[in-house]
């Protein structure tokens, strides 16, 4: 109950500031499977660009409560963005120790019919690199071990530019029907591990297709 209140009070005192940060323009793979409605249990997994996508994705979600996974760094180094991001009942993970917790606390938050955000770069890429960087595949098995569907999402990540900020929303992913029982879960994973990262760089280019066509 709390976690709603302090999203909604975010959601209404940063309305007009995030219309001039982000200029928020949603895509859709196809609208009539997937909107910004998100009606049961879900898994959102994005692109990484920067902190702020979790407050993009907050409004383009605005009827669900997103429970974020974070991380370490985040919680233990920046005292002002853990005030911040607690309250929204943000998961920490640690990804120096490779501790799996934060698994159970968001399938327990998907068993109550929750939605979960994972951005499996887990880290901001460099300038230099080639976007977006692999993926951890932990989502991949929580996806698996929870039932719930994968919502790709891609977000092209810019802010006060002359370009808006773009979100593409994809097609829900049922991974179970994705894995073949011929192979190891671990060859399973990882499959299904480039194949999600594959949709998020074809709705990617989703976003060059509709720029060619204005032009």
Same mark, same amino acid.
């Given at each position: 109950?709390?976690?709603?209140?302090?999203?909604?009070?975010? $959601?209404?005192?940063?309305?007009?500031?995030?219309?001039?940060?982000? *200029?928020?323009?949603?895509?859709?793979?196809?609208?009539?499977?997937?909107?910004?409605?998100?009606?049961?249990?879900? @898994?959102?997994?994005? %692109?990484? %660009?920067?902190?702020?996508?979790?407050?993009?994705?907050?409004?383009?979600?605005?009827?669900?409560?997103?429970?974020?996974?974070?991380?370490?760094?985040?919680?233990?180094? %920046?005292?002002?963005?853990?005030?911040?991001?607690?309250?929204?009942?943000?998961?920490?993970?640690? $990804?120096?120790?490779?501790?799996?917790?934060?698994?159970?606390?968001?399938?327990? @938050?998907? %068993? $109550?019919?929750?939605?979960?955000?994972?951005?499996?770069? /887990? *880290?901001?890429?460099?300038?230099?690199?080639?976007?977006?960087?692999?993926?951890?595949?932990?989502?991949?098995?929580?996806?698996?071990?929870?039932?719930?569907?994968?919502?790709?999402?891609?977000?092209?990540?810019?802010?006060? /530019? /002359?370009?808006?900020?773009?979100?593409?929303?994809?097609?829900?992913?049922?991974?179970?029907?994705?894995?073949?029982? /011929?192979?190891?879960? $671990?060859?399973?994973?990882?499959?299904?591990?480039?194949?999600? *990262?594959?949709?998020?760089?074809?709705?990617?280019?989703?976003?060059?297709?509709?720029?060619?066509?204005?032009?």
């Amino acid at each position: 109950m709390l976690y709603a209140i302090y999203h909604w009070f975010v $959601r209404i005192t940063g309305y007009i500031p995030q219309l001039i940060l982000f *200029r928020t323009k949603v895509h859709y793979e196809d609208k009539s499977v997937q909107s910004r409605f998100i009606r049961s249990k879900a @898994i959102v997994v994005s %692109n990484h %660009n920067g902190l702020m996508d979790f407050g993009v994705l907050l409004f383009v979600f605005w009827s669900r409560i997103l429970r974020c996974a974070v991380a370490e760094i985040t919680f233990d180094k %920046n005292i002002f963005l853990k005030l911040i991001l607690k309250p929204f009942g943000c998961v920490r993970v640690d $990804r120096d120790s490779y501790d799996m917790v934060f698994l159970d606390k968001m399938k327990k @938050i998907l %068993n $109550r019919g929750g939605v979960v955000e994972i951005y499996p770069e /887990s *880290r901001i890429p460099s300038k230099d690199e080639k976007k977006p960087i692999a993926f951890k595949p932990s989502y991949v098995l929580l996806a698996l071990e929870s039932g719930a569907p994968i919502i790709p999402i891609y977000n092209n990540g810019k802010m006060l /530019s /002359s370009e808006r900020r773009r979100i593409v929303i994809g097609k829900p992913i049922d991974v179970s029907s994705l894995y073949d029982d /011929s192979l190891s879960e $671990r060859e399973n994973i990882r499959i299904i591990n480039d194949y999600v *990262r594959s949709k998020i760089i074809e709705l990617g280019q989703q976003i060059e297709k509709t720029k060619e066509k204005a032009i």
